[in-house]
């Protein structure tokens, strides 16, 4: 299954998923896409209710603009629909912990909780693996690879998503929902690039 998304997704989600982890887990139905700068999402199944999900997209923005968006996790519900929640419980030689909370519109609204731990890799890649939560199973990366404009932005996750969600409604929410965050990420990074240009800096620090 593979979709692109035909808007970017300016209003409020339909329902609030936490980000990286709930922001991919579930959503209503994609569509197609319009133009390169749109997302463009995937799943498979791989057996055993596991499901595999990617997605990308186009950012005008140098890598480590990018990765300083997605790794600024205090910050994460001021640009991203999908989270109620982010906070860094934690930081050692391993990573960093990322407790994350959001709520799901299924038949009944519900919460859902992941802790994460984070491996930064600037500006290149970023892992993640569960540490605790609502999802059996979930672990992938973010990688921002260079481009002729910019950034490639690249999500990847294998997830098992938690036992009362039914499994034919979990591809087709991922996409929409991974598309819509991938959406969001690239405007924000696009207005942090455009907040340095104005302060006088060329450089790719922090703009927090």
Known sequence: MRHTCERRYRGSADGRWAWLGLAVALAGAPSV??????????????GGRLV???????????????????????RLPNYVTAMDSCIVVGRDS?????????????LVRRSLRLT???QEEPPSRLRFEIVAGDFPVYYGSWEFRPS?????????VTMRPPVFVPTWLVRPSIERTLCRTL??????????????????????????
């Open 94 to 106: 391993l990573g960093i912990v990322v407790r994350q909370v959001g709520t799901i519109q299924l």
């Open 183 to 208: 959406a969001e990420t690239r405007r924000e990074a696009e207005r942090r690039d455009r907040l340095a240009g104005k302060s006088g800096t060329g450089d790719q620090g922090t703009v927090r």
């Open 116 to 118: 994460l731990r984070f």
């Open 33 to 46: 896409a319009l133009a390169n700068d749109l997302p463009v999402c995937s799943t498979r199944n791989l």
């Open 148 to 156: 002729d404009t910019g950034t490639e932005l690249v999500y990847t």
């Open 52 to 74: 595999y999900a990617t997605g990308r997209i186009d950012v005008p923005v140098a890598p480590a603009r990018v990765f300083e968006a997605v790794t600024d996790y205090a």
